[in-house]
């Protein structure tokens, strides 16, 4: 054992040991990790991201877990979460967006303006997508009724430009702000913003929160549409059962003939197939599930089957939405920092 093994740290937030990343993904796999911390403000997000690189160990972020497949074992590193950073809000009057971000108490003494006037909505990277829209939907505001069947935090789903056919996350923000790979907070205007499909392009940099400005809409047509969206979603994904939403990216329509990786898969006749308790769903060829005893080894392994068996029948190599958080891999956050 080497010396970060060995050594208690004193961190400067909620700190658990061995905490297991099964309880905190969505497909309900994987293994344990040497530090898990949860922080619950900005200030103490920015004290535990300077604490977790001074340790010298590896650091990952984690979200609502919804998009990631952990390794079984325990991994020798840090995660930040964001469970515990689940404020969202509006701007108060007389304060900029860059002031609003990082006001902890709002002022009850300070009457709000009517949304209509002010259609901005801020929220902090713990919040969950479902929360966000569930908001926008008593305020009457829209552009985001789509995420309503979206797992997951805003950070992550900011990080992973979470969409779908209506759109995408970043399609109504205003600024998200960061953290640098030196700690600092840093604001980036949606215009500095590079996102691309599933994909956030934030260079590995942890998103603190957002501001977005949504379209005032009669609240009784932003509760229909989520409606919409929500039946739809149940309509063709196994959104009762665990898995890490879809496992591949699509890959270029004119490489694949317009076909979804879904498709692909579905064609190939895949759906159903298995190794041990995960399974290609029967609904969507793109989801593997979790039937109740999986491991991640289990998981793992038909991801790369599926992924061999495309690329025989079609020469196409899909490439993976989900993040497969490998042991032995540097984290994407590492790697480029
Ligand atoms: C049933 C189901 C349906 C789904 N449907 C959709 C869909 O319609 N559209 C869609 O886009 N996705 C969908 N997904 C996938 C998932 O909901 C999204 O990718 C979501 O954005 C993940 O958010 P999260 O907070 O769970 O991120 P996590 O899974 O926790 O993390 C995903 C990635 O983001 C990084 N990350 C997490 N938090 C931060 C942060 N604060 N700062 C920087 N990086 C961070 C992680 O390190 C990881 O690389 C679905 C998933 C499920 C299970």
Known sequence: MGFVENCKIDWPCVALEHASLADRTTMRVGGRVRWLLEPKDPDELQAAYRAARNSGLPVR???GGANIVAEDGLWSGVVIATAA??????????TSEEESLSARDADVRVAMPEPAEDPRLIAWAGCTMPALVRTTKGLGLSGLEGLMGVPGHVGGGIAMNAGGSWGEIWDHLEFVRVLSPEGEFQDIAKADGAPRYRDGNLGGRFVVGAVWRLEPAPKLLVQERIREYLQHKQRVQPVTQWSAGCVFKNPNPEVSEGRSAGR???????KGLTVGDAQISERHGNFIINRG??????????MDETRERV???SGIALEFEVKRWLREDPPETSERI
């Open 264 to 270: 692909l898969i579905d064609e190939l006749g895949l």
């Open 61 to 63: 972020f984690l979200g």
């Open 85 to 94: 950073m689940r404020r969202i809000f509006r701007p108060m009057p007389g």
């Open 293 to 302: 005893k999986a491991t991640a080894s289990d998981v793992l392994a038909l």
């Open 311 to 313: 690329a025989q029948a």
